[in-house]
């Protein structure tokens, strides 16, 4: 008989193993979903993983990993400081636009002035509009306790509707011959979130994705703040005597995720996509969601989760184009991969045993 | 802007149809909460039975098959949920989410073929007499089949909790698992059960809005039912007859902005289309002070051996 038994401690071996083991399940699923779809599965998972870093195109590739793993891993490190904590905002998708609309709206604004001091401010204003649509969840949890987990995501399609109306209204283009969509700001010097070094990807976002994690990284190991949230997270009750305040914690944690979460808005929206337009978010907020756990909610296993998944955007893309496999296919991917952590996380718990349990 | 180009009767009639995924949907869920169990996944059950609903529709011709196949396709995708929560005892929360993004991508990748295409028309119950009254024939009587089966499973729902053994047991095991179990009642089984019926309601929501509300398929075409019918629980206080009540609110409120859209008043699109998440969010607000009855063992892990 198979039965589970509660490990005394979760093990270290298994919490380090199982997001390698998963990726290496679902390669494996998905090969099989894959093989259904009509594709030779080895040549799909060839084509996603192997492709982008090492393929003949790979120069034109490896840039794109910077591009797509820096909001996922702006976004998730931020998420994770309030899943360890149990708070759940699930809705950095909007906050991801409301950075992107009030940082690309303060860069509007001063157009076509050219000044040094308009991309600084802009990045202060997508961080403020991301943590200010992120205390509305948070300021509603701690003063009527209402749940952080469905207020952020009906905001998520609030956002996307004042997207449409920015996009369509306030922020079109003037000289735009009535297309939807704002100025693109990559023509705009001083709004520009350019390339740091040319041809390598790497702008502004990605250095704040990485300041992110070594902050974080410091937050929950060398600061009474980040104890307090892990400890909340593993004990509650201990969390309580110890005099953590909950309500300080929620406003912290789904402040700072907001932040992040426009942030990573702003500077997509001032550099790789260049315009706020209706079809702007493409769900890097639910995605770092996945980032977040496959990162075991850890900064440092959060930096190779974004770029692991950032691949796997790549190579659906690749895949799309060179084998016909459908996009929606790689968003299956991704969901399995979730599925095969979360279920996997049972072995550093528990430990399998077999055999009839001995009479107490 | 012509408001008198908005027939109440009418309203009446297209927001019963409005509320029904919700209800039916809401429904589903109550039933798992009331048994302890958060599934986030709603959102994803209903997508997956929305496209499992019309496919099977299309291929055989049948609405009423769609529906059958829909309800399979959620209770499947819950087994799904069913294996993470209760087996591999992972975390709700999390576990449900990821249904919902699997499910999202499922969906889509089942309905490539499926854009565009009409389904077949689902009959609407036509009383020689009755339906010809005027106003209440209209909106009493002449709607479908699965409308009524909405209204009706919500009467089910509440006797059986209410007044059936099954449903005392149900709840024991929501409010407290340590002590159902330790009377012996089985609280995997009972919550997998549970976890299935929420399932199928999710699905057969998903199916009423490709087959009958739209009736067509988009990827993504729920657009946040699922999550609404998750708070449509928490209005509801977890009463039955309540979650009618609320689903019929927020089904209201779809179809008056739906239709202020059509009658061209000046507030823009946009700014109508998020009225019913906003709603939802003032409705949260209001109600969420009073929180004592939730089933005391919603969302926790249960495991026997301890």
Redesign the interface.
Known sequence: MI????RPQPSRAWSMATPLVAVLATMVMGGLLFAT?GKNPVEAIRTIFWEPLFGEFAFYYRPQLLVKGAPLVLIAIGLSLGFRAGI?N?GAEGQYIIGALTGAGVGLAFYPTESWIIFPLMVLAGAFGGWAWAM?PAV?KTR????E???S??????AE??L??MS??LMKNPEGFGFPGSRNLQQYDSAHNAELIAGTGMHWGVVAALIAVIFSYVLLNRHMLGYHIRLTGEAPRAAKFAGVKPARLILFCLGASGALAGLAGMFEVSGPSGQVSIDFNVGYG?TA??VA?LGRLHPVGILLAGALMALTYIGGDIAQGNLGL???????????L??FL?????LT??RIAIGK?EVA | MDLSAINPVLLIASLMVAATPLLLAAIGELVVEKSGVLNLGVEGMMIVGAIAGFAAAVETGSPLLGFVAAAIAGALLSLLFVIMTQVALANQVASGLALTLFGLGLSALMGQKYVGVKPPQMGRIDIPVLSDLPVFGRILFGHDVVLYFGIALTAAVWAVLKYSRVGLILRAVGENHDAAHALGYKVVKIRTLAILFGGACAGLGGAYISLIRVPQWTEGMTAGIGWIALALVVFASWKPWRALLGAYLFGGVTVVQLNLQAAGVAIPVEYLAMSPYLITILVLVILSADKSSAPASLGRSFHASR
């Open positions: 039965r589970l038994e509660k779809l759940w699930i509305i509603l009527f306790g209402t749940n987990i469905l207020v995501l009906m905001l998520v399609y609030v509707q004042l449409a109306s369509l209204g639910f969601i996945i756990f459908p996009s929606a296919a790689i968003q299956v991917f991704q969901g399995m979730l599925f979360l279920a996997l996380d049972l718990n528990y349990p």
